[in-house]
């Protein structure tokens, strides 16, 4: 009898408990586009095909989130799908019981915060997250423009391409130095292969980057733009400063970047791109609403960075009347080193958007900060540059120094000059070099073919007692080898040869052709003064 009742009780409040669910579940209120209200807890995680609509997911998604996150990263292979997040999975910490995951947002001007993806490398960066936008400073722009003495850049078409830049260190990109870029109305940098493999790609790939890429290019707001009709233009200008002060500008751009990425950075060229009041391609998109940001290219030589920064309520594209809505933000480097940001893979009302989201590894509202190198070797460029940056002219220490013999065996009997190892051509090449410095510490250096003929001599700041030592701890040799060999750059080796001049046998006199010379000398102007006596 006592198990019947108890069964009797179970099953009453089984009903209860029941009926006290459905009670509850009722009570959730919804929103006319299917997400949930605000301070509710979503019970699934779920896409709604709404435009505001995001993906929403609870802290018991959050393990699926990070793998997915990890796995999606641009070193390991292609960032494509949607992808669950919350607050608690970006923030790392559980959300206190009975709070929202996620607040769905009431209006396009109210999105909530979303992360970029992780990046897939052990470095100081990680996944943006915040509070909510209110919370959220949004980042300015940096002064641009004719007051700014940067120059503007538009042509009036559908397409056009920006001059081509060569920055003298070079840019570190991927896993490869990087010697010219270009950027494109279309909101693109691209770094091409050669000065004649200039293109214009106004499309971007559905799907985006996926690692495979042969052109290398940063996507700072890939779509297609039209500058055809009259509005909008484009301003740039460059910064070297290996070897100068830094303008304020500069001195703000390696502020952001050793706060954000904790990088005891001095920049050595930076580059600021604005695209200003660009409208969007299609007949049926309305040119007064246009799209306003910028993008900054900075490195030190051995490492760089790209700061993307999206005008606060600037970014105004009605994305309903575009053909395809494949805006991209990311970069690949064409050798496998790549991102597509998370933002760029929401629906178009938040990706049409990012001046309204917490930029990747920042705590601003639109500014992204990606680091764009890899594994990039010695860069020979920077060493050439900053030790020509430090050297002083020749005409400071080069007074006396003599010309080279034409000839080897003039040379070798030639007291003012020794024989030596090495040089800086082939194993077969001679060298002679001054016996003696002048009175500066300077001295030459003169190469000589197989047939004992001149090839090329130099003069050089520092003399050395013997050059019988290996030709490589030979510091002047290195310095050429860097300028003239190693960086793969005529502009540096001439940069070279303006601190190094070069010599030839132009005016050499053998000892011996010297001593005749003067005594002739002596004896005809003792004729002359004889003559004039008699006179």
Same mark, same amino acid.
């Given at each position: 009898?006592?198990?019947?009742?108890?069964?009797?009780?179970?099953?009453?409040?089984?009903?209860?408990? *029941?009926?006290?669910?459905?009670?509850?579940?009722?009570? *959730?209120?919804?929103?006319?586009? =299917?997400?949930?209200?605000?301070?509710?807890?979503?019970?699934?995680?779920?896409? !709604?095909?709404?435009?505001?609509?995001?993906?929403?997911?609870?802290?018991?998604?959050?393990?699926?989130?990070?793998?997915?996150?990890?796995?999606?990263?641009?070193?390991?292979?292609?960032?494509?799908?949607?992808?669950?997040?919350?607050?608690?999975?970006?923030?790392?910490?559980?959300?206190?019981?009975?709070?929202?995951?996620?607040?769905?947002?009431?209006?396009?001007?109210?999105?909530?915060?979303?992360? !970029?993806? +992780?990046?897939?490398?052990?470095?100081?960066?990680?996944?943006?997250?915040?509070?909510?936008?209110?919370? +959220?400073?949004?980042?300015?722009?940096?002064?641009?423009?004719?007051?700014?003495?940067?120059?503007?850049?538009?042509?009036?078409?559908?397409?056009?391409?920006?001059?081509?830049?060569?920055?003298?260190?070079?840019?570190?990109?991927?896993?490869?130095?990087?010697?010219?870029?270009?950027?494109?109305?279309?909101?693109?940098?691209?770094?091409?292969?050669?000065?004649?493999?200039?293109?214009?790609?106004?499309?971007?790939?559905?799907?985006?980057?996926?690692?495979?890429?042969?052109?290398?290019?940063?996507?700072?707001?890939?779509?297609?733009?039209?500058?055809?009709?009259?509005?909008?233009?484009?301003?740039?200008?460059?910064?070297?400063?290996?070897?100068?002060?830094?303008?304020?500008?500069?001195?703000?751009?390696?502020?952001?970047?050793?706060?954000?990425?904790?990088?005891?950075?001095?920049?050595?060229?930076?580059?600021?791109?604005? #695209?200003?009041?660009?409208?969007?391609?299609?007949?049926?998109?309305?040119?007064?609403?246009?799209?306003?940001?910028?993008?900054?290219?900075?490195?030190?030589?051995?490492?760089?960075?790209?700061?993307?920064?999206?005008?606060?309520?600037?970014?105004?594209?009605?994305?309903?009347?575009?053909?395809?809505?494949?805006?991209? *933000?990311?970069?690949?480097?064409?050798?496998?080193?790549?991102?597509?940001?998370?933002?760029?893979?929401?629906?178009?009302?938040?990706?049409?958007?990012?001046?309204?989201?917490?930029?990747?590894?920042?705590?601003?509202?639109?500014? #992204?900060?990606?680091?764009?190198?890899?594994?990039?070797?010695?860069?020979?460029?920077?060493?050439?540059?900053?030790?020509?940056?430090?050297?002083?002219?020749?005409?400071?220490?080069?007074?006396?120094?003599?010309?080279?013999?034409?000839?080897?065996?003039?040379?070798?009997?030639?007291?003012?000059?020794?024989?030596?190892?090495? =040089?800086?051509?082939?194993?077969?090449? !001679?060298?002679?070099?001054?016996?003696?410095?002048?009175?500066?510490?300077?001295?030459?250096?003169?190469?000589?073919?197989?047939?004992?003929?001149?090839?090329?001599?130099?003069?050089?700041?520092?003399?050395?007692?013997?050059? +019988?030592?290996?030709?490589?701890?030979?510091?002047?040799?290195?310095?050429?080898? #860097?300028?003239?060999?190693?960086?793969?750059?005529?502009?540096?080796?001439?940069?070279?040869?303006?601190?190094?001049?070069?010599?030839?046998?132009?005016?050499?006199?053998?000892?011996?052709?010297?001593?005749?010379?003067?005594?002739?000398?002596?004896?005809?102007?003792?004729?002359?003064?004889?003559?004039?006596?008699?006179?």
């Amino acid at each position: 009898m006592g198990t019947g009742r108890w069964k009797t009780s179970t099953f009453v409040g089984c009903c209860i408990w *029941i009926l006290h669910g459905l009670r509850a579940a009722a009570a *959730i209120p919804v929103t006319t586009e =299917g997400s949930f209200a605000a301070g509710t807890v979503s019970p699934i995680a779920t896409e !709604s095909k709404g435009p505001h609509a995001l993906v929403m997911g609870t802290a018991e998604t959050s393990t699926t989130v990070a793998n997915a996150e990890t796995a999606e990263s641009g070193l390991v292979g292609d960032a494509g799908g949607a992808q669950l997040w919350s607050p608690e999975v970006a923030s790392g910490t559980p959300a206190p019981s009975g709070e929202a995951s996620l607040r769905a947002p009431t209006s396009l001007n109210a999105a909530p915060v979303l992360p !970029s993806a +992780l990046e897939g490398e052990s470095s100081a960066e990680g996944a943006s997250a915040g509070p909510g936008l209110s919370a +959220l400073p949004a980042v300015p722009l940096y002064g641009y423009g004719a007051r700014e003495n940067d120059r503007e850049y538009v042509e009036r078409k559908v397409d056009f391409n920006s001059p081509l830049f060569k920055p003298e260190t070079g840019f570190p990109f991927g896993n490869t130095l990087r010697s010219s870029l270009y950027f494109t109305d279309n909101g693109q940098i691209i770094f091409p292969a050669s000065d004649n493999s200039i293109f214009t790609y106004p499309n971007p790939p559905p799907r985006g980057f996926s690692g495979r890429e042969e052109v290398p290019m940063i996507a700072v707001f890939w779509d297609n733009a039209d500058f055809s009709r009259g509005v909008g233009t484009t301003f740039y200008q460059e910064f070297p400063t290996l070897n100068t002060d830094k303008p304020p500008f500069v001195r703000d751009v390696e502020t952001k970047v050793r706060r954000y990425l904790r990088s005891s950075y001095s920049a050595a060229w930076t580059l600021k791109i604005t #695209w200003e009041k660009a409208p969007a391609y299609g007949a049926r998109t309305d040119t007064r609403r246009t799209i306003t940001y910028q993008a900054v290219l900075t490195t030190d030589g051995f490492r760089s960075y790209v700061l993307m920064l999206y005008q606060a309520g600037g970014m105004q594209w009605d994305y309903t009347r575009l053909a395809a809505t494949n805006v991209l *933000i990311g970069y690949t480097s064409g050798d496998g080193f790549y991102r597509n940001d998370d933002l760029t893979r929401r629906p178009p009302a938040a990706k049409y958007r990012p001046d309204q989201f917490r930029g990747y590894n920042t705590d601003l509202r639109g500014l #992204w900060i990606y680091k764009l190198e890899s594994r990039v070797g010695i860069n020979y460029r920077l060493k050439c540059l900053a030790w020509t940056g430090q050297q002083q002219e020749p005409r400071m220490w080069s007074q006396g120094l003599p010309a080279c013999p034409c000839t080897l065996q003039q040379g070798q009997q030639d007291p003012r000059f020794k024989s030596s190892r090495g =040089g800086w051509g082939a194993a077969r090449v !001679s060298m002679l070099h001054s016996a003696s410095p002048n009175p500066y510490g300077a001295g030459v250096r003169c190469l000589y073919d197989s047939q004992s003929r001149l090839i090329e001599g130099r003069q050089e700041r520092y003399w050395r007692f013997s050059r +019988l030592a290996s030709p490589f701890r030979d510091q002047e040799l290195k310095l050429y080898d #860097w300028c003239c060999n190693q960086a793969g750059s005529a502009h540096l080796c001439a940069r070279y040869s303006e601190k190094r001049p070069k010599i030839g046998c132009d005016g050499y006199q053998s000892p011996g052709t010297a001593a005749t010379g003067s005594s002739e000398e002596k004896e005809s102007n003792s004729e002359e003064q004889g003559d004039g006596e008699d006179k």
